[in-house]
C-alpha cells in the first residue's frame, strides 16, 4: 500500500470501511439515550425531529464532502480550516474538534459503565467504574496502536453487530406495532413550541455527529477523492432512518418515553419482556463499545496532523517504527479519555459536543466559499449550487449554537482563548505547506 507522502501512515481504508468507521462514530451510545429527551421536548413529533436534524446535517455534510474530497493528507477539518482561512483558525478549529470528541467520548464512555449496571450493579460504584473504564479505554488504545488494519477489522466487525441488533429492534417493535397498534401516549405537559423544536435539533446534532472527525485518518484512506463524499452519504441515509425508526417504535410502544432513562431497553421489555430488555442492555454494550473503538482510531490523529505542520510539537507526529502508527497522539488521547470520563457525565458533554462541533461545521461552509475562490479548478467533488447550500449551512449553525446554556458557552470560550494561546506561541516558527494535493 502507498504511504501517505512524508509521514509514514499506510493507506489501508477503503470506501466500505470509510463508511463502516462514519456509521461508527456516529451511532453511538446516543441512540440508547436520547430518544427520552427527544420525545420530552417534542412528544408524538419526536421522529419528525431526526428528519429535520438530518436536512441541517445534509447541508454540513454536502460541505464537507467538497471540501474533503481537495484533501489527500492526515488532518481533516484541522486541516481544511489552516489551507481555506490561515493557521489561527486552523488551531482554533483543531482545539474546538478536540474538545468535541473528547467530550463525546467521555460521555458515552460513562454510559457503558451505567449499562453494564443492568447486570453487574457494582459497574457504578467508584472503585469498579475505574476499573472497568480504564479497562476499556486501555484495551482500544493497545488496539489501535498496534495498527490501523487490526483498529478497522474491529471497527468494522463492532459496527455490524450493532447495526444488526438495532434492526432487530426495529423489526420487532414495527411488527408489533402492525399487530398491536400504538399506546395512548400520555399528554405532554407544555405546548411544542419554536424552542422546542430547536432545542431537540441542538441535541440532535450530537446524535449525527461524529463524521468529521473520521477524515483525520484521510491519509490512511486509499483513494480520499473518490471513496469520501459516497462514504459520507451512504452512512448517514442509513444513520438517518435507523434514529427516525427506533424513535417510531418507541413513540409508538411506551406511553411515555421521557419518563425513563432506557427507553430502548423498557420498549423491548414492552414486547417481549425482560429477555429482550437485556438483549438491548447487550446491544447498547457493544454500540458504545464500538464508537469508542471508532474515536479511539481517528482522533489521535489530529494532534498527528498539528504536529506535523509545526503547530503542536513535533513528538506528537512521532510514527511508530514497527506498527506505522501516530503512538505518542494515541496514548496522550488515552490518557485525556481516562481523565475526561471519570471526571464528566452524559448529559452535560453531549451538549458541550454538540455546541463545539457547530462551530466546526460552520468553519466546513467558510473553506468552501474560500477554496471555490483559491481553487476554480480543482481536482476535486463539486457540489452543485454550493454557495448557497454553505449559506444555508451558516445559518442553521448559527440558529443552533444561540440556543447555546451559559455553562456551555463559558467552557467554549475558553478553549477559545486556549487555542489562541497555542497560535502565539508557534505563530513565528516555520510552518510546513499549507497544499491539500
Known sequence: MAAESGSGL???IGRWSLAALIVNSVIGGGVFGLPRVVAGGLGKYAPLAY???????ALVAACLSEVASQFS??????LYARTALGRFWGIQ?????????LAAASGTANLFATYLGEFIPRAVQPVYRVTILSALIG??????????????RVSDFLTSIKIFLLLIFIGAGLAWLITHGQVVAAPLTHTVTLQDWLGAV??????????EAVFFASGETRDPRKDSAAALFYALALVTAIYTLVQAVINGTLANPSGTERPLAESARHIFGNGAAAAIACGALVSIYGYLGANMLHTPRLTFALAARGDF??????????????????LVYTVLLLGFTL???FRWNITLSAVARLLTYASFAVALLVLRKKRPHADAFRVRGGPLIAILTLAFCVALFMQTPLNNLSIVLGVIAIAALNWLLVRNKDATPQSGA
Not at 428528519?51 to 446535517?57: K, P, R, S
Not at 493528507?73 to 484541522?78: F, L, R
Not at 484495551?139 to 487490526?150: D, K, M, P, Q, T
Not at 510539537?313 to 494515541?330: D, G, K, L, N
Open 10 to 12: 499506510v493507506r489501508t
Open 202 to 211: 441542538l441535541v440532535l446534532v450530537f446524535a449525527y455527529g461524529g463524521f
Open 313 to 330: 510539537p513535533q513528538f506528537f507526529a512521532a510514527v511508530h517504527p514497527r506498527f506505522r502508527t501516530p503512538h505518542v497522539s494515541i
Open 139 to 152: 484495551i482500544l488504545a493497545v488496539i489501535n496502536y498496534r495498527g490501523v488494519r487490526s483498529a478497522t
Open 93 to 101: 478549529i483543531a482545539w474546538m474538534t478536540w474538545l468535541s470528541r
Open 51 to 57: 428528519l429535520v436534524a438530518a436536512a441541517g446535517i
Open 343 to 345: 471526571a464528566g457525565n
Open 73 to 78: 493528507e492526515t488532518g481533516g477539518p484541522y
